[in-house]
């Protein structure tokens, strides 16, 4: 029982940010013990509050972070000298540099680091007007040091790849349209209403899935972003923007269908006999579930050919009159544009050829 905690504490420390936390400790304990060696600083928490405040959980994130922080702090230094040298008397000047801050730190770039430019704005004028302007160059150079040494771990030690969970999120996304198109299928085969074979929730299920699947592939690239790791650039070609997208018009299908089928639930029962339209329709259905769940950024599925032939059998116009056929044709549009959807292959990364591979290529020579 114990053994098992203690296997599963890793997996806990790195869901709670454990990473995260052991890169600004490091950037810390690196900018303290720089600061105290080059610029003779007893106590440099100014440099290791940068350096903490900077690391966040990807690299693309920590640079904006540091950009931002940056920006807070030069803001601040700039609003403040002025107003410590020239502003008499010194109660005005303060007044002036706090309300100028305080403007500027509500500027949406900066979001909640807008925090630094009145606090740096501040301890600038109180040392400049103090008369301190070494302090003032200490100070400003914790701060650069601290950001120096937050960039460096973010990007070295080991940055977060974000990468199995949007695969996994686009696999339960795969997984609840190939679901519901069977359910679909199913509810054409017994005369049902949708919401009765998926339940009351169906669509709502297939939009979370749907956003969540959106949500992780952002996150996912954006931890891709600027990162050095081989993981990065490995996994980059297995999550392509263009299968959710396909997806995405895939499920929007799916939702129309299931709207069609609850609104007019004699649509799958035209005066054909049932078996002519609803039975090649439910097939129809599951092959687009198939095909579906095989959407992995390759080649379609090889089933999608005979099912877009299949599809136009079954809406060719036969002896029944064009009133008749109204409502096959509101059910066979949706998954006309599904299977459109599908057919699309997305392009993968051409491999580099190998040398053995080519052997009449001419090697260069010496």
């Keep these: 029982m114990r053994s098992a905690r203690w296997t599963a504490l890793p997996a806990r420390i790195r869901q709670a940010g454990g990473a ?82 305080v403007l500027l730190a509500r500027h949406g770039f900066l979001g909640h680091y807008g925090l630094h430019v009145p606090t740096t704005a501040l301890i600038t004028f109180a040392l400049v007007r103090g008369r301190h302007p070494g302090e003032l160059a200490t100070h400003l150079a914790e701060i650069v040091l601290g950001i120096a040494f937050g960039l460096a771990c973010s990007v070295l030690l080991f940055p977060t790849v974000r990468t199995r969970s949007a695969e996994r999120a686009l696999e339960d996304l795969r997984l609840v349209i190939a679901r519901h198109l069977d359910g679909l299928a199913d509810a054409v085969v017994r005369h049902q209403r949708p919401r009765n074979v998926l339940g009351p929730a169906w669509e709502d299920d297939l939009g979370t899935a749907l956003t969540r699947a959106r949500a992780a592939m952002d996150e996912a690239h954006e931890s891709m972003r600027w990162n050095l790791r081989p993981t990065a650039r490995r996994r980059r070609s297995h999550l392509d923007h263009r299968v959710l997208r396909t997806l995405s018009d895939v499920a929007g299908q799916v939702s129309t269908t299931g709207r069609l089928l609850d609104t007019h639930p004699e649509a799958a029962e035209t005066s054909r006999p049932a078996t002519a339209f609803a039975q090649p329709y439910a097939r129809l259905l599951r092959t687009t579930a198939l095909c579906a769940y095989s959407c992995r950024g390759g080649r379609p599925h090889p089933a999608l050919p005979a099912a877009r032939q299949a599809l136009a059998r079954l809406g060719a116009p036969d002896r029944e009159p064009p009133d008749k056929a109204a409502p096959d044709q509101r059910l066979l549009r949706p998954l006309e544009s599904a299977l459109t959807c599908l057919s699309a292959p997305a392009t993968t990364p051409t491999a580099r050829p190998h040398r053995l591979l080519h052997p009449l290529r001419p090697s260069p020579r010496r």
């Design 20 to 101: 995260e936390a052991a890169r600004a400790t490091v950037a810390a304990a690196l900018t303290w013990q720089t600061c105290a060696l080059l610029l003779h600083v007893t106590e440099p928490y100014a440099g290791a509050i940068a350096a903490v405040l900077i690391v966040e959980t990807t690299v693309a994130a920590t640079v904006s972070a540091a950009t931002r922080y940056a920006a807070g702090c030069l803001l601040g230094v700039l609003v403040a000298i002025p107003g410590a040298l020239y502003a008499e008397p010194g109660m005005v000047g303060l007044a002036v540099v706090v309300f100028a801050a």
